[in-house]
């Protein structure tokens, strides 16, 4: 089975309701995942974020109204507020990661969408040179150059080991399972999480099985869906679909027409 990559991937509903293709970017930058471009389509109102543990921050390209906005990870699908035709730059960090120049926690960014400019000294200068070029590998070039002068915080090598033993599972493990692979306690590895992730170990494994479905679905074309749920380790079908719906926002069979529906695979175009 294919493991899941978490904070490297996409977010779905952004490449199926993108109005262009989306382009992605791989920095070789600690703690950052991908760096991504997308224009919001027609149907940018019922977009959706869904939880993947990871902080983003997200540029508004548009001249005629540019934002910028650090963006947490959700707990459920959560509405992105996009606006239609827009020009969307992003920057996701790896899970509990983030600059620490916004002073602020991942665990407090949980399901918010906060004002860049809150907490950056800079207010305009970094917006307006991503405006003013609007090629994505210049505009990658230009966010890669502001990252490097930051300091990336990464959470603590504990919690870094349950984060690869729970991806390596699919987030089909048991926190006593996890505490037996690594030797961390559950008590430890209960506070870490809230601490450096804002979620419990239990909810990220729910996030982790989620984007493994997800990602399975969108990389097979055969695929049966009851043996997906079973091979995640969901009780059944029923159990499969509703943790689906509730992190996806809609039921495997949904996602998986939309995803054929929308050529998913050739919208993605990586740099």
Avoid at 25 to 54: K, M, N
Avoid at 118 to 124: G, I, N, S
Wanted: hydrophobic share 35%; net charge neutral.
């Amino acid at each position: 089975m294919t493991t899941a990559h978490i904070g490297t991937g996409e977010q779905p509903w952004f490449v199926i309701h993108s109005q262009s293709d989306v382009y992605q970017y791989a920095p070789q930058i600690h703690g950052v995942s991908q760096i991504y471009r997308f224009q919001a389509g027609e149907h940018s109102d019922t977009t959706f974020a869904i939880p993947d543990g990871c902080v983003d921050i997200m540029f508004d390209c548009t001249e005629q109204s540019p934002s910028a906005k650090i963006c947490g990870s959700t707990v459920c699908a959560q509405n992105a507020k996009l606006k239609q035709g827009h020009h969307y730059f992003g920057v996701r960090f790896m899970p509990g990661t983030i600059l620490k120049s916004f002073d602020i926690s991942t665990k407090e960014l949980i399901s918010q969408r906060l004002n860049l400019f809150d907490f950056v000294q800079d207010k305009t200068f970094l917006l307006e040179q991503l405006m003013a070029n609007q090629d994505f590998s210049t505009q990658a070039q230009i966010i890669e150059r502001y990252l490097i002068h930051d300091t990336i915080v990464a959470p603590s090598s504990k919690t870094q080991t349950v984060i690869e033993a729970i991806i390596q599972h699919s987030g089909n493990i048991q926190v006593a399972q996890i505490e037996q692979l690594t030797g961390i306690s559950k008590r430890t590895m209960q506070r870490l999480f809230s601490d450096e992730i804002g979620l419990s170990p239990k909810a990220f494994c729910r996030i982790v099985r989620c984007q493994s479905a997800i990602r399975i679905i969108n990389q097979t074309s055969d695929l049966r869906l009851i043996e997906l749920g079973n091979d995640l380790g969901f009780s059944d079908q029923p159990h499969f679909m509703r943790e689906f719906k509730k992190l996806i926002s809609a039921t495997p069979c949904d996602y998986r027409k939309q995803i054929l529906k929308s050529s998913y695979a050739s919208r993605i175009h990586t740099r």
